[in-house]
């Protein structure tokens, strides 16, 4: 593909994944889902993850000890990883680059890509649903909210929030070919 056609393919995905990012950003023009996607968002800041970690152990005794300590392992290495992609590809967030996306929520850092909400909530649900069933009916939705708060709340395109699950997955199998 010559440099030109790349170039006109790039802008139209761009505007493709644009018109997506600004169809999902008005859903936090309205209160109550803005209020359901910040308070998912603060969750997915790794407040709730932490407390999965550490509540293993106390629901489900020591055999829960090592899914636990792979969990927080893989915690660290996607925050590494996420670092290191959002540093090294400084894709700016979708409110910096589109005046028509509302930002409705301060995000953590700068760049967009990926998402390490995302990331790290598809992570640590696959590991610990793998390991516990009967937790997937609160992980999986809290997941799906997390995920879906990012482009709604204007701080990812939907790429970010794609690779974030894409990495977070493989994070995932990694850990459960540890634990």
Same mark, same amino acid.
Request: proline content about 5%; hydrophobic content about 55%.
């Given at each position: &593909?010559?440099?030109? /056609?790349? #170039?006109a393919?790039i802008?139209?995905a761009?505007? =493709?994944?644009?018109?997506?990012?600004?169809?999902?950003?008005?859903?936090?023009a309205?209160?109550? @889902?803005?209020?359901?996607?910040?308070?998912?968002?603060?969750?997915?800041?790794?407040?709730?993850?932490? $407390? *999965?970690i =550490?509540?293993?152990?106390l !629901?489900?005794?020591?055999?829960?000890?090592?899914?636990? /300590?792979?969990? $927080?392992l893989?915690?660290? $290495?996607?925050?590494?990883?996420?670092?290191? !992609?959002?540093?090294?590809l400084?894709?700016?967030?979708?409110? &910096?680059?589109?005046a028509?996306?509302?930002?409705? &929520?301060?995000?953590?850092?700068r760049? #967009?890509?990926?998402s390490?909400?995302?990331?790290?909530?598809? #992570?640590?649900?696959?590991?610990?649903?793998?390991?516990?069933? +009967?937790?997937?009916?609160?992980?999986? @939705?809290?997941?799906?909210?997390?995920?879906? #708060?990012?482009?709604?709340l204007?701080?990812?395109? @939907?790429?970010?929030?794609?690779?974030?699950?894409?990495?977070? !997955? $493989?994070?995932a *199998?990694?850990? !459960?070919s540890? +634990?």
């Open positions: &593909m010559k440099a030109t /056609a790349l #170039s393919w802008a139209r761009d505007a =493709v994944e644009y018109a997506l990012c600004r169809r999902l950003n008005r859903g936090a309205f209160a109550i @889902p803005r209020r359901i996607f910040r308070l998912a968002s603060r969750l997915g800041d790794g407040v709730i993850w932490y $407390a *999965v =550490v509540a293993l152990p !629901l489900y005794g020591r055999a829960a000890l090592r899914p636990a /300590a792979v969990m $927080a893989t915690g660290l $290495a996607g925050l590494v990883l996420y670092k290191l !992609l959002k540093h090294t400084v894709r700016e967030r979708p409110f &910096m680059t589109h028509n996306i509302d930002r409705a &929520m301060a995000p953590l850092d760049y #967009s890509f990926p390490g909400h995302t990331l790290h909530a598809v #992570s640590f649900t696959v590991q610990a649903v793998a390991h516990y069933p +009967a937790l997937g009916w609160v992980l999986i @939705p809290l997941t799906l909210l997390i995920a879906g #708060s990012r482009t709604v204007g701080l990812h395109y @939907p790429t970010d929030v794609l690779a974030g699950a894409l990495i977070g !997955l $493989a994070l *199998v990694l850990g !459960l540890l +634990a």
